[in-house]
């Protein structure tokens, strides 16, 4: 079981805007602006696309924005592209200098 | 361009042994800290060990301390990770992830991620 809490799936239609969540605790993102999160396509590797909570990643859509309340962090892509069909992953540091991963949440694109 | 090469993955019996090994060119190795992370269609993303710049720290995930040991090699700009005492539970796609930045000895942004390399752990 992830130490990370995430949706299994979401879906919305192209030019919407969808905020993914993450929930974890006060060891972790309640405690730590050390929030990722991460793409992932089918067959490849993840990408970043957000670091330290908010910062966006080199060369990564301004479409893609990071906030945290608490000890829940969120993903908002807007507007919603065909192409931003894929798994998306958060990750914290935690209290006990591991790093935690959420159990992913499959977007669908409708 | 920056690029990570894992190797080393392949088929291993229940308590064997693997040595996987990752490569990295494009980007000054030295200052830069190497996650190791796993992928297994059952466990998802698991942050398995850690290697700092000068290798002065390294850490691994409670899940395999006392059997995996993470170790680099700063001259021929590798990252290993011996893997003793494998489990079934321990199969998936190992990746090597570059750390963006460390603040102190946390190092938390992963950006560059290799394609990873596969292990199978079956009797």
């Known amino acids: 079981q992830s130490a990370l809490s995430q949706p299994?799936?979401?879906?919305?239609?192209?030019?919407?805007?969808?905020?993914?969540s993450c929930s974890g605790s006060n060891?972790?993102?309640?405690?730590?602006?050390?929030?990722?999160?991460?793409?992932?396509?089918?067959?490849?590797?993840?990408?970043?696309?957000?670091?330290?909570?908010?910062?966006?990643?080199?060369?990564?859509?301004?479409?893609?924005?990071?906030?945290?309340?608490?000890?829940?962090?969120?993903?908002?892509i807007s507007p919603l592209h065909l192409t931003d069909e894929a798994v998306y992953y958060c990750m914290?540091?935690?209290?006990?200098?591991?790093?935690?991963?959420?159990s992913g949440t499959s977007v669908s694109v409708l | 361009?920056?690029?990570?090469?894992?190797?080393?993955?392949?088929?291993?019996?229940?308590?064997?042994s693997l040595r996987l090994s990752c490569a990295a060119s494009g980007f000054t190795f030295t200052t830069y800290a190497i996650h190791w992370v796993r992928q297994s269609p059952g466990r998802g993303l698991e942050w398995v060990a850690f290697a700092f710049y000068d290798a002065r720290k390294t850490d691994v995930a409670d899940s395999?301390?006392?059997r995996f040991t993470v170790s680099r090699d700063n001259v021929g700009s590798t990252v290993s990770l011996q893997m003793d005492g494998l489990r079934v539970e321990d199969a998936g796609t190992y990746f090597c992830v570059?750390?963006?930045?460390?603040?102190?000895?946390?190092?938390?942004?992963?950006?560059?991620?290799?394609?990873?390399?596969?292990?199978?752990v079956s009797s």
């Open chain 2, 64 to 66: 395999v301390k006392g």
């Open chain 1, 92 to 102: 914290s540091y935690r209290d006990d200098a591991s790093y935690v991963f959420g």
């Open chain 2, 1 to 16: 361009q920056e690029k990570l090469v894992e190797s080393g993955g392949g088929v291993v019996q229940p308590g064997g």
């Open chain 1, 8 to 20: 299994a799936a979401q879906s919305a239609s192209p030019g919407e805007s969808l905020t993914l």
């Open chain 2, 98 to 120: 570059k750390s963006r930045f460390c603040l102190g000895s946390v190092c938390p942004a992963l950006e560059t991620w290799g394609r990873g390399t596969l292990v199978s």
């Open chain 1, 27 to 76: 060891r972790d993102i309640g405690s730590f602006n050390y929030v990722s999160w991460f793409q992932q396509h089918p067959g490849e590797a993840p990408r970043v696309l957000i670091y330290s909570t908010y910062t966006r990643a080199s060369g990564v859509s301004d479409r893609f924005s990071g906030s945290k309340s608490g000890n829940t962090a969120s993903l908002t």
